[in-house]
């Protein structure tokens, strides 16, 4: 059973840096799009950045430049790295696994199953 667990969340100062990680089990995991998501409160969840198995890789206009998502199949960790962050950024973060990956899609929808969360707190 696939069960995304993050870490590596924080509170910085604006410009600074973070990586994210999460660890994902699963047989198929080189087959499981990953995905990193952010809810700041009283907003909607939004996609952040993704990752196919085979490496390809989608980002939100906010964080193109900025952000970095990388994995590591043999592990089966994906991971998240922040630079130059703002206060915008602050939000809980969440590790999302698509078990059936049709498209690339940057939307909470298309994802299976979800971490826990790991805060990030960027203070200006």
């Known amino acids: 059973q696939v069960q995304p667990v993050e870490s590596g969340g924080g509170s910085v100062q604006s410009g600074g840096s973070l990586r994210l990680s999460c660890e994902a089990s699963g047989y198929s995991y080189s087959r499981y799009r990953m995905g990193w998501f952010r809810q700041a409160p009283g907003k909607e969840r939004e996609g952040v950045a993704a990752?196919?198995?085979?490496?390809?890789?989608t980002y939100a206009d906010s964080v193109k430049g900025r952000f970095t998502i990388s994995r590591d199949n043999a592990k089966k960790m994906v991971f998240l790295q922040m630079n130059s962050l703002t206060p915008a950024d602050t939000a809980m973060y969440y590790c999302?696994?698509?078990?059936?990956?049709?498209?690339?899609?940057?939307?909470?929808?298309?994802?299976?199953?979800w971490g826990q969360g790991t805060q990030v707190t960027v203070s200006s």
């Open positions: 990752i196919t198995g085979s490496g390809e890789t």
């Open positions: 999302a696994a698509d078990l059936r990956p049709r498209s690339l899609l940057l939307h909470p929808s298309e994802f299976d199953v």
